[in-house]
C-alpha cells in the first residue's frame, strides 16, 4: 500500500523567504506525482503534475522536482508572499487512484 | 467555464437518510472521482468511473454508490446515511485515467446526526 508522508507538518516564515515543502512515497511503481493547495474551507486547486519520467516541473514562482526512485518530491516557493498561506498536498498517482499525504500547513508572516 | 459544479455546498442530515451528493462538470473529461476528506485521516477515493458507464470502487465504499450516465455528472447517494459519514466530499475530474492532471470541485461540506 502507498505511503505518503509530508514533513514539516507545520511552516512559519516571513514573507520574501524561499520555501520549502517535502513529500516522500514508498512505491515507486507512480505514473505521476501532484501537487495541490488548499485553502481552509475549499477544494483542492492544482499546482503542478510531474509525469514519472520528468525530473521537474516549474510554473511561476513554483518549482517541484521528483526522484522517483528515492520516493522523493521538493516544491519550492520563491519569494514568500502572504497569499501563499495555505496547505499543501502532494499526491501520487498508482493504479486507479491518487494517494494523499497530511499535507503541509504554511504561514508566510507579512 | 464553471469547471466542477458540486450540490448541495452543506447539508445536515438526520441518521438513516438517504442522501446524493451531486456533480457535474463540463470539461468533456472521461474520469471522475469521489473523495472523502477527514481530519487525521487525509483525503481518501471513495468510487471512480475511468469512463461513462462504468464505475469501480476506491479504498472506502461502504455505504456509499455512485452511477455515471453521462460525461458530466457523477452523483454520489448515501443510501442510509450514518454519523460517521459526517465529512468534506470533494468530486473530482481528469481528462483520462492515469496520466492527467486531477481537478477538484468547491466540496460538499456534510453532517450526519
Known amino acids: 500500500k502507498q505511503e505518503v508522508t509530508q514533513i514539516p507538518a507545520a511552516l512559519s516564515v516571513p514573507e520574501g523567504e524561499n520555501l520549502v515543502l517535502n513529500c516522500s512515497f514508498t512505491?515507486?511503481?507512480?505514473?505521476?506525482l501532484q501537487w495541490f493547495r488548499q485553502d481552509p474551507g475549499k477544494g483542492l486547486t492544482s499546482l503542478l503534475l510531474i509525469q514519472s519520467s520528468q525530473r521537474e516541473q516549474t510554473s511561476g514562482r513554483l518549482n517541484a522536482s521528483l526522484d522517483k526512485s528515492s520516493g522523493r518530491s521538493t516544491l519550492y516557493i520563491a519569494a514568500s508572499q502572504p497569499g501563499d498561506s495555505a496547505t499543501y498536498l502532494c499526491a501520487v498517482r498508482g493504479d486507479y487512484k491518487l494517494s494523499f499525504g497530511a499535507g503541509t500547513t504554511v504561514t508566510v508572516r507579512a | 467555464i464553471a469547471g466542477i459544479t458540486q450540490a448541495p455546498t452543506s447539508q445536515i442530515l438526520a441518521a438513516g437518510r438517504r442522501m446524493t451528493l451531486r456533480c457535474t462538470q463540463d470539461m468533456r473529461h472521461n474520469a471522475m472521482y469521489w473523495y472523502r476528506q477527514d481530519l487525521g485521516l487525509g483525503l481518501r477515493l471513495i468510487h471512480y468511473s475511468n469512463t461513462a458507464g462504468t464505475t469501480g470502487k476506491g479504498e472506502v465504499p461502504d455505504g456509499y454508490s455512485v452511477s455515471r450516465a453521462n460525461t458530466d455528472d457523477f452523483p454520489l447517494t448515501l443510501a442510509s446515511a450514518v454519523p460517521s459519514q459526517t465529512s468534506v466530499y470533494f468530486c473530482?475530474?481528469?481528462?483520462?485515467?492515469?496520466?492527467?492532471?486531477?481537478?477538484f470541485g468547491p466540496g460538499t461540506r456534510l453532517t450526519v446526526l
Open positions: 473530482a475530474s481528469s481528462l483520462s485515467g492515469d496520466l492527467n492532471e486531477q481537478f
Open positions: 512505491d515507486s511503481a507512480i505514473y505521476n
